[in-house]
């Protein structure tokens, strides 16, 4: 059995497909149906590698090291499995395959068009990920706005399939906007009727609408757009705004969701237990005591620039008992301003990855300011980076040391390129990108925050701690917690006499899940919980 529910959205961007498209994926795999989520962007990039956070937010690393879409990070911490990279696409990707197969002459001197060959290898990708995991159920969310000519092929694509399949073989998911105005206190429904109207030009009759709205629909609006949409009533499924996007699929199935789209495909709609969601998202908002960490980087207006870290904090505090509050910080402002003012009642500090120069000095004084003051510090890649260039000067007395990504001339380059990165000149997907293996140490926060000796996390980076400065920075006190298998990569380090100070090379954020926290994450909500202070922090 091979069912396919594909995602659209129609008015604007921005309305959540990929929650939608995730919460179908929760509901059916709670089922026991074994599901398959897919994202379809129809930018002309090959990956998400090289755009900046300023374009799309943030990059999501796969397993397997693929850069993707933020939406593949929220599918994997909806549905608690790991996705690959077959299960994200591009018109770049796309583009690239088939003139590839050109240039060798796979397609025998015929003219290579948009119909049928780009269109064929669209429906070759959608269908790459069910056949090589054997899942029953493909939830393929179309990014764009329908109408933007970028998403032509894939909708002409899902389409054919339609067409192709028996007819109880696809359903179609139109996720829309229902506007509000205040000045007639009038819910509108005519940008939900020309947008399905455009999706209809195209060929694709949507089975269910997901109708986006501030207030409750009554029976009247959903009656109207079930007679201009030509879809049943039943089929009109209210999305109201929610506390979070964890509430969406228990929302999502009480309004109907579920019931339309088993009955569209003729799956046996079987028993489904959401009670333990149910309590985490209650949990979310019941918590007695309350931490304040402080997130420190250069993209801190740009919150989707560090999602995942901002949901491992939501799932860490859950499984803690403890409300997190985030204080997003410029790390250019600390480099103006100084830390004491803007770090002085934060409870702990965390210190996320990036690229490039730009606010590096504001994260190093940040560094300097909680390990001084004894406040718990998590550097994540760029973050555990900039705590070992901090020691460097600071503790063992190389006034010039950093990186050589900042600074070529450095005398102390406590922090350099990777050995096999030297010569790379291409930029895409040419990084430590993806799941490598690790070693713990004994009696370190991490090896008693993993319960284990040995891990796997993901990677996406060029720069790694200069080993030729492993001995001195052991013997000033700083800890190498983790290394690569063959122990030649740092990959955690750690001070045994701080109460928390821990910086890793590797993403954690990208293995949280909402029903299985990650543990370090955990671990440093527990530390921050138990290290605040009664009064406010001197100023030093």
């Known amino acids: 059995m091979q069912k396919f529910i594909f995602v659209t959205g129609g ?3 921005g309305l959540g497909k990929g929650v939608v498209a995730a919460s179908i994926g929760l509901l059916f795999k709670l089922q026991g149906y074994r599901v398959s989520l897919q994202k379809i962007d129809p930018y002309v990039n090959v990956d998400a590698g090289t755009m900046s956070p300023y374009e799309h937010g943030e990059v999501f690393v796969t397993h397997d090291g693929k850069e993707t879409d933020l939406d593949i990070g929220r599918y994997e911490r909806f549905v608690n499995e790991r996705l690959s990279a077959a299960h994200y696409m591009t018109t770049g990707q796309v583009y690239w395959n088939v003139i590839r197969q050109e240039r060798i002459g796979a397609f025998l001197g015929k003219t290579v068009q948009v119909i049928p060959h780009i269109t064929d290898e ?6 790459k990920p069910l056949l090589e995991s054997g899942a029953e159920i493909g939830v393929v969310e179309i990014g764009g706005t329908v109408g933007d ?7 002409e694509a899902v389409r054919q399939m339609k067409d192709e399949l028996p007819g109880d073989d696809t359903f179609f998911v139109h996720l829309t906007l229902l506007p509000h105005l205040s000045t007639s206190d009038e819910i509108k429904t005519k940008p939900t009727q020309h947008s399905v109207k455009e999706l209809r030009g195209i060929g694709i009759q949507p089975d269910a609408i997901v109708a986006r709205t501030e207030l409750p629909l009554p029976d009247s609006v959903k009656q109207k757009i079930a007679l201009f949409c030509d879809v049943p009533q039943d089929n009109v499924i209210e999305d109201p705004d929610l506390p979070s996007s964890y509430h969406a699929p228990i929302c999502l199935h009480e309004n109907g969701l579920t019931r339309c789209i088993a009955a569209g495909l003729r799956l046996e709609e079987r028993e489904l237990d959401l009670s333990e969601w149910a309590r985490r998202v209650d949990a ?4 007695a005591d309350r931490v304040r960490i402080g997130i420190v980087g250069k993209y801190v207006e740009l919150k989707d620039s560090y999602i995942s870290i901002r949901e491992s904090f939501t799932h860490a505090a859950i499984a803690e008992g403890v409300d997190v509050a985030l204080e997003w910080i410029s790390s250019e402002a600390i480099a103006e301003q100084g830390a004491d003012s803007l770090l002085r009642n934060v409870d702990g500090l965390l210190v996320p990855g990036g690229f490039g120069d730009r606010g590096i000095e504001g994260k190093i004084q940040a560094v300097g300011y909680v390990r001084k003051h004894q406040v718990p510090c ?3 890649c760029l973050g555990m980076q900039c705590m070992a260039i901090e020691f460097a000067r600071d503790v063992l007395g190389l006034r010039s040391a950093n990186s050589s990504e900042f600074d ?3 005398p102390d380059p406590v922090i350099a390129l990777l050995e096999e990165q030297e010569r790379v000149v291409q930029k895409g997907g040419t990084m430590r990108l993806g799941a490598y293996e690790a070693t713990l140490r004994s009696g370190t926060i991490s090896r008693e925050s993993y319960g284990q000796d040995h891990i796997v996390e993901r990677h996406r980076h060029r720069f790694e701690f200069n080993p030729t400065y492993r001995e001195r920075f052991e013997r000033a006190g700083m800890q190498i917690a983790g290394t690569s298998l063959d122990g030649k990569l740092v990959e955690i380090i750690e001070l045994p006499s701080h109460p928390w100070f821990v910086g890793v090379q590797f993403h954690p954020e990208f293995t949280s899940r909402f029903l299985s926290p990650h543990p370090l994450f955990r671990s ?4 921050c919980q138990s290290s605040k202070p009664s009064s406010p922090r001197s100023s030093s």
């Open 524 to 527: 440093f909500v527990r530390a």
């Open 378 to 380: 998590f550097g994540l």
């Open 284 to 287: 979310m908002t019941t918590a």
């Open 11 to 13: 008015v604007l961007s």
């Open 408 to 410: 070529l001339d450095t």
């Open 122 to 127: 669209i429906k070759r990708l959608i269908r």
């Open 149 to 155: 000519i970028e998403s032509l092929p894939f909708l």
